[in-house]
T-cell receptor, first 113, second 112 residues
Framework: NAGVTQTPKFRVLKTGQSMTLLCAQD?????MYWYRQDPGMGLRLIHY???????AKGEVPDGYNVSRLKKQNFLLGLESAAPSQTSVYFC????????????FGPGTRLTVT | GDSVTQMEGPVTLSEEAFLTINCTYT??????LFWYVQYPGEGLQLLLK?????DKGSNKGFEATYRKETTSFHLEKGSVQVSDSAVYFC???????????FGSGTRLQVQP
């Protein structure tokens, strides 16, 4: 059981470039989330999904898009990267049942120059 | 909207000292409350949780009690170890979309 995995672990982009972060979970979780972590601000929700084929906006969705074509995968896209998107990105997943504990991936450190 | 406020760090303690990290929240309804821990270079791990008022979550010697009357969920440990050095996040989950709202995190440094 790998749990929640994220690729890549590190990435450096130039302003204006695009990229996709991949999150995969093997726990058959219905819910998946993308957060960003910035110093002194905790984690903030970017987008989330309550099931295959569904997505919704979180608190800081601007500049990001997501897709959930398969239940086990949740992709986060940056169409035109900006320095303000320099951050550590965490994916998480959870069951749809009453138990709402979230399981986190190891994170992706993204630098936009 | 929902929010979580926790004490700023860093908190520096000697080994075997008593730890308290304060956390208060603002939320509608009856959220579930969590403490997550992040060790250097790693993702977040659930430390403990409480899902209703007066519940006490506990794990690895850490405890926190869900206090609805004071909207608090303070983290405590009676005797910290060097291996407890990490960043601790208080969080709540709303019952709708169930996403987590995090506090800003408190860095704990335990010295031998």
């Amino acid at each position: 059981n790998a749990g929640v995995t994220q690729t890549p672990k590190f990435r450096v982009l130039k302003t204006g470039q695009s990229m996709t972060l991949l999150c995969a979970q093997d726990m058959n979780h219905e819910y998946m989330y993308w957060y960003r972590q910035d110093p002194g601000m905790g984690l903030r929700l970017i987008h989330y999904s309550v099931g295959e084929g569904t997505t919704a906006k979180g608190e800081v969705p601007d500049g990001y898009n997501v897709s959930r074509l398969k239940k086990q995968n949740f992709l986060l896209g940056l169409e035109s990267a900006a320095p303000s998107q320099t951050s550590v990105y965490f994916c998480a997943s959870s069951y749809a049942s009453r138990e709402i504990e979230q399981y986190f991936g190891p994170g992706t450190r993204l630098t936009v120059t | 909207g929902d929010s979580v406020t926790q004490m700023e760090g860093p908190v520096t303690l000697s080994e075997e000292a008593f730890l308290t990290i304060n956390c208060t929240y603002t939320a509608t309804g009856y959220p579930s409350l969590f403490w997550y821990v992040q060790y250097p270079g790693e993702g977040l791990q659930l430390l403990l949780k409480a899902t209703k008022a007066d519940d006490k979550g506990s794990n690895k010697g850490f405890e926190a009690t869900y206090r609805k009357e004071t909207t608090s969920f303070h983290l405590e440990k009676g005797s910290v170890q060097v291996s407890d050095s990490a960043v601790y996040f208080c969080a709540l989950a709303d019952t709708g979309r169930r996403a987590l709202t995090f506090g800003s995190g408190t860095r704990l440094q335990v010295q031998p």
